[in-house]
């Protein structure tokens, strides 16, 4: 195998596995959770909260590569009221989802940030109202997609 073919094939399997570095740098994003006790719902308990906590902070963070270089975006999480409802079915708690009154909500305020100035900020109130329409089989889906498309609507650049 000459060298410019394992080179090839080399960058080939890199790029398939996403070792390869971005082509461009990512911006910033930081998350705070005011109140998480008192949110509609994150969950059953506080180690539930904790975990949809920690689960949606990295998605939002994740969602910071959509950012230019050198910008930040401060969150500030004030409510969040998760997709179905927990219902006691026999000795168990099951979200149970029915596409009514149920649909993923949450409150945020967010200042977007660089080189010390404000870009953008301002308080939103995201809603899934028609959750239901696409099939989500990850853990926290329909919030996750809900939180994307606000992201990507309002900071990703045309």
């Known amino acids: ?20 570095p971005q082509a461009r740098a990512a911006g910033l994003v930081e998350v705070q959770w005011s109140g998480s006790a008192s949110y509609r719902d994150a969950g059953r308990s506080a180690a539930d909260r904790e975990r949809v906590m920690q689960a949606l902070g990295a998605h939002f963070r994740q969602l910071g590569r959509l950012l230019p270089s050198g910008q930040t975006l401060k969150l500030e999480v004030t409510d969040l009221d998760l997709a179905g409802e927990i219902e ?9 989802l029915r596409g009514r009154a149920d649909w993923p909500q949450l409150s945020l305020r967010y200042t977007l940030s660089a080189g010390g100035s404000t870009l953008k900020s301002g308080e939103v109130r995201l809603s899934d109202m028609n959750y239901l329409s696409s099939a989500r089989q990850d853990d926290l889906g329909y919030e996750k997609r809900m939180v994307e498309q606000w992201f990507r609507a309002e900071f990703a650049p045309h």
């Open 1 to 20: 195998m000459t060298t410019l073919t394992r080179n090839l094939l080399t960058a080939a399997v890199c790029a398939c596995c996403g070792a390869l």
């Open 88 to 96: 006691a079915v026999a000795w168990h708690q099951l979200r149970v």
